[in-house]
Structures are given as structure tokens and as C-alpha cells.
């Protein structure tokens, strides 16, 4: 598990891909910090990382990439650490285009 730095390329991505899942990678956003955890089993992993980190849970989004995949399916908003009716976000996928819109400009700053 890291919380990215600097950016990465799609294919250093895709390597890291090879730990969990292959062809994908997991991800969780905070979209207030402007961070990126990646590389863990679980969402909620990810998500205990930067909690530990000074995140706040409601900034935390998951995400999942898919470095071989063209950029209108690399990335997916889908994990359980999405649902949070206090937030009005009912659901696995991040229902607020304005924070999809977010974690889409945190992922393009970090993966090249």
C-alpha cells in the first residue's frame, strides 16, 4: 500500500496491478488532500492508510483503475466504502459528478 508522491505511468501502474488483481488496480481518493492510496487488497485498507495519514472519511472515495484499459474505462467509481447515505451517496459508485469530477483530476495528476 503507498500514498503516491509523485505521478506514475500506466505501466508502472499495471505492474503494480500484478500484487492483487492483474488487470486492476484498487484506489482511494481524498478529494480534499488531493492524495491517491493504490495497491492494497481492500478499499478499506486503503482508506485505514489515509485515515492514518490525516484524512478525514467523508474526503475518502474508492476507485478502481484499469491500466490497460483506454481512458474512458481506466477508471471506475466502485467500492463499498462509497455508501454513506449521510453523505446522500446511496450506492458503490460515487453518485456527485462534481466529486467524480474531482477524483478525476486527482487520478490524471498522478497517473501519466
Given at each position: 500500500m503507498i500514498i503516491l508522491k509523485k505521478p506514475i505511468s500506466k505501466e508502472e501502474?499495471?505492474?503494480?496491478?500484478e500484487n492483487y488483481?492483474?488487470?486492476?488496480?484498487?484506489?482511494v481518493v481524498d478529494v480534499d488532500r488531493k492524495k491517491?492510496?493504490?495497491?492494497?487488497e481492500l478499499h478499506s485498507d486503503l482508506e485505514g492508510l489515509l485515515l492514518k495519514d490525516g484524512s478525514?472519511?467523508?474526503?475518502?472515495?474508492?476507485?478502481?483503475?484499469?491500466?490497460?484499459?483506454d481512458e474512458g474505462d481506466?477508471?471506475?467509481f466502485d467500492?463499498?466504502?462509497?455508501?454513506?447515505?449521510?453523505?446522500n451517496n446511496r450506492s458503490r459508485y460515487v453518485e456527485d459528478s462534481?466529486?467524480?469530477d474531482v477524483?478525476?483530476?486527482?487520478?490524471?495528476s498522478f497517473i501519466l
Open positions: 501502474l499495471a505492474e503494480l496491478a488483481y492483474g488487470d486492476m488496480i484498487k484506489g491517491l492510496a493504490i495497491d492494497a478525514a472519511q467523508e474526503h475518502l472515495w474508492g476507485i478502481n483503475l484499469y491500466p490497460e484499459m481506466f477508471l471506475e467500492s463499498l466504502i462509497n455508501i454513506r447515505p449521510r453523505q462534481a466529486t467524480r477524483i478525476k483530476e486527482i487520478v490524471n
